[in-house]
């Protein structure tokens, strides 16, 4: 079964620093990586995914995470944060194959401070 | 292009009591999902749906919990006899397939709180 880690429930970054969101994965095949963001009260939105193509993807919002094997790892990375970066941020997983059943992190509480 | 809605967006009930959700999905969507999250948790699929058809049930607690997707479009979750261990956020989700390239989309949920 697929599965996901991310560490630090929540995660403080002052205005125009890195945003760096950690996601370690596991899986006994080929994997798929999505990051989402859900903003207060909204449902979840697609930030980017992989799907086995390039291993640096770029997504929304200035968001870019880069897949490396040899780490099993998926992190989420901005270079400047925005205070509208507010929101929680969750990794997910799937195998793929027809079947679309998505295993989500805890997720990671940003906050920005001015 | 309207998004995935749902309905009601909050409720509160007592233990014991029955409780529905409803989702309307994006249109043209064949794949609905409904999501249980935890308060501090990911989500985690309960049921998805391909048109009519409920392919992966496997999560849903059976004895208490029900869905059903009539005419592929529409759908609604019910629990019947809530108890307290059932308050959470239920999401529900669409896509176009269930493919990796079908991207799901998400409503803004319905947080359940049970006394």
């Known amino acids: 079964a697929q599965s996901v880690t991310q560490l630090g429930s929540h995660v403080s970054v002052s205005e125009g620093a890195l945003v760096l969101l950690r996601c370690n994965y596991s899986?006994?095949?080929?994997?798929?990586l999505f990051w989402y963001v859900q903003y207060p009260n909204q449902g979840l939105q697609l930030l980017l995914k992989?799907?086995?193509?390039?291993?640096l993807v770029k997504g929304i919002n200035g968001f870019e995470a880069e897949f490396k094997k040899s780490e099993t790892s998926f992190h989420l990375t901005k270079p400047s944060a925005h205070m509208s970066d507010a929101a929680e941020y969750f990794c997910?997983?799937?195998?793929?194959?027809?079947?679309?059943?998505?295993?989500f992190g805890k997720g990671n509480q940003v906050v920005v401070i001015p | 292009e309207a998004g995935v809605v749902q309905s009601p967006r909050y409720k509160i009930i007592e233990k014991k009591q029955p409780v529905a959700f409803w989702c309307n999905p994006i249109?043209?969507?064949?794949?609905l999902y409904w999501y249980l999250q935890n308060l501090g948790q990911g989500p985690e699929l309960l049921i998805r749906?391909?048109?009519?058809?409920?392919?992966?049930d496997s999560q849903l607690p059976k004895d208490r919990f029900s869905a059903e997707r009539l005419k592929g479009v529409d759908s609604t979750l019910k629990i019947q006899p809530a108890e307290l261990g059932d308050s959470a956020v239920y999401l529900c989700?669409?896509?176009?397939?269930?493919?990796?390239?079908?991207?799901?989309?998400f409503g803004p949920g319905t947080r359940l709180t049970v006394l």
């Open positions: 989700a669409s896509s176009l397939g269930a493919g990796i390239t079908d991207t799901q989309y």
């Open positions: 997910a997983v799937t195998a793929g194959g027809g079947n679309n059943r998505l295993a």
């Open positions: 899986s006994s095949v080929p994997p798929y």
């Open positions: 249109s043209g969507h064949n794949t």
């Open positions: 749906y391909e048109n009519e058809e409920a392919v992966d």
């Open positions: 992989y799907t086995s193509a390039a291993t």
